[in-house]
């Protein structure tokens, strides 16, 4: 697990995505897929927005790479997202062969890259991924707590009005 020189980069490009979804009051997290030092697909969280519980970053960029790429395998490709995958992520990471994953912030309530299991090594499955943890950490937790604080404080504040 060797972090490459243009994972800062590509994770810059990942926090860009996540600005998007933190600008319509969606939880901010973005997603990259990256082939041969070209984005193929760009993601971030539409929960709310498209009221749809699989709307998360990282299967609209593994829905779009998909269709860059021609296929359903995303051999050769890498996925860079703010956040640890969730089950969900992390089985269509697995499931379309993404061969290497960079990832920022941990997810100790949901994650399943390594907080609260590793689905991504699993080594029963017929796929593992090669995964980087914590390139831009602290920028992509500090928007995830900011986006949480901000909320916090706007639910407290429409409560005592």
Known sequence: MVKNMNDEYYMGLAIAEARKAEALGEVPIGAVIV???QVVGRGYNLRETAKDPLAHAELIAIKEASETMGGWRLIGATLYVT?????????????????????????PKAGCAGSLMNLLQEERFNHQVEMIQGVREEECSELLKNFFRSLRERRKKKVTE
């Open 35 to 37: 082939k041969d030092g």
């Open 83 to 107: 956040l640890e995958p969730c089950p969900m992520c992390a089985g269509a990471i697995v499931q379309a062969r993404v061969p290497r994953i960079v990832y920022g912030a941990m997810d």
